[in-house]
C-alpha cells in the first residue's frame, strides 16, 4: 500500500483528500493515482459523520478516478448495495431509539479515536436489528432510529443491543452504555422517514432511561402479546410525564444475564 508521510501529508491541501470532517480531520488522500487506487480500496472502512457526508466523499473519490483515468470496477456497484435499502413499512410498528449515554464525555476521552468507536457501536446496533428483521431509518451522531413489525423481536433486538455493547473491546478501556426505549404506533411515513407522535413518544421514553436500560411503553407492552416471549420479564415502573406528551405507564425489560438495577427515572412519577 502506498504510503503518505506526515510531513507531505500535511503539505497537501484539503481538496487533496476525499472526505474532511467537520473538525478539519483529513482521510482517503487522492493526490495521485497510486493514493486514489487505496481510497478506493479503503472506503467502506473510514467512519463517515452521515449519509451526506459519505455521499459528499464518494462524488470526489470517483471523480479523481476519473481524472487519472482509473476505471473503480466493482466499487461503484458495492457502494450502490450498501446504500439500497429495503422499504421502509407501514401500519402498525414497534419503534427502537437509542442512543450513547455520556457521548460527549467518551469524545472528550477519546478524542480522534472516537469515529472508530462510533463505527463499531453502529455496527453492533445494525447488527442486532437486522438480524430480528429491524429496519433502519436513520442513524446520526450517537443515536439510532429503527422500526420492527414485531414487538417481540424489537425488544429481542434491543436486549441482544445491550449484550453487543457489554462484551464488546472499546479502546483505552472505556465502556459504552445505550438507554433504549420501545413504542408501538402507526407513524406516519414521509420521503424524510417517519414523523407522529409516535416518534416523539419513543425518544421521550429512551431519554428517560438509563445507560443499559430498555424501557418499553404500555402500547409496547401490549404489542408483545400475552404471553410475552420467554427471554425476559417485564417490570413495571409507574405512571410517569413525558414532556409534551401524555403521561405514560413505563415498563423496564429484565433479562437474567443483563444489569437491571437503575437509578430512578430521569421524569417526574405521578402519583
Partial sequence: MTTLRAVDRTKLPDRAFAYVDSRGRRRLPINDAAHVRNALARFNQVTFEDEAARDRARTRLL???????????????????????????????????ADIEGSTALLRQLEDGYPTLLGEVRRVLRAAAGRLGGHEVDVHGDEFFAVFR??????????????????????????????????????????????????????????????????????????????????????????????????????????????????????????
Avoid: C
Avoid at 409534551?244 to 433479562?255: D, R, W
Fill in 150 to 271: 414485531h414487538a417481540s423481536d424489537a425488544l429481542l433486538a434491543a436486549l441482544a443491543i445491550q449484550r453487543g455493547l457489554r462484551d464488546g473491546s472499546w479502546p483505552n478501556g472505556v465502556s459504552v452504555r445505550m438507554r433504549v426505549g420501545l413504542h408501538a404506533g402507526r407513524p406516519t411515513l414521509t420521503d424524510h422517514g417517519y414523523v407522529g407522535l409516535a416518534v416523539h413518544a419513543a425518544a421521550r421514553i429512551m431519554t428517560a432511561g438509563h445507560g443499559g436500560q430498555v424501557l418499553l411503553s404500555e402500547a409496547a407492552v401490549r404489542a408483545l402479546g400475552d404471553p410475552p416471549p420467554a427471554e425476559f420479564t417485564l417490570r413495571e415502573l409507574g405512571v410517569h410525564h413525558l414532556r409534551g406528551l401524555a403521561s405514560e405507564t413505563l415498563f423496564q425489560a429484565v433479562a437474567a444475564d443483563l444489569q437491571n438495577e437503575f437509578p430512578p427515572l430521569r421524569t417526574k412519577p405521578l402519583a
Fill in 63 to 97: 471523480n479523481a478516478a476519473r481524472r487519472h483515468g482509473i476505471v473503480p470496477v466493482g466499487f461503484v456497484t458495492g457502494q450502490m448495495r450498501i446504500g439500497r435499502k429495503a422499504p421502509l413499512p407501514t401500519g402498525n410498528l414497534t419503534l427502537l431509539l
